[in-house]
């Protein structure tokens, strides 16, 4: 119970990050953008390169850990590789790509339907479409 109580803190502050990424892209302070994706990316820990080359299995089960948290801490890296992708113009698709294949796969191998996949899914197809 404390274990899953410190996951879910854990992916609640990230999450925070990720909004305060989201809006700060928004408003175009985008000065402390990349230090915020480096702080996410190190508290799960992974990289860019990890999400950009790893199968879909190798970075869930680099994220489960012992906790079986991997679903959620996956959910959190897409969104920041996603971030990230406005920061790399000429990645921009490759990244976005990539994103949209690890929520497939999470949507194809969870047991949870999840809403908020879709509409990123969606989001992810808009912006390679633009």
């Known amino acids: 119970m404390l274990r899953r109580d410190f996951i ?29 994706i480096q702080t996410v990316y190190d508290s799960l820990p992974l990289d860019r390169h990890i999400l950009l080359t790893a199968s879909p299995e190798e970075v869930r089960r680099l994220l489960d850990r012992e906790d079986s948290g991997g679903v959620l ?17 000429d990645k921009k698709q490759e990244m976005l790509l990539r994103a949209k294949e690890l929520l ?3 949507q194809q191998t969870d047991v949870t339907f999840s809403f908020e996949r879709v509409n990123l899914l969606d989001q992810i197809a808009g912006l390679l479409e633009s």
């Open 73 to 89: 801490r996956m959910e959190i890296a897409i969104k920041a590789l996603i971030e990230e992708s406005y920061l790399y113009p």
């Open 8 to 36: 879910m803190v854990q992916i609640e502050e990230l999450g925070k990050v990720i909004a305060q990424l989201i809006t700060q892209r928004e408003m175009g302070a985008t000065r402390r953008i990349p230090e915020q």
């Open 104 to 106: 497939e796969y999470l």
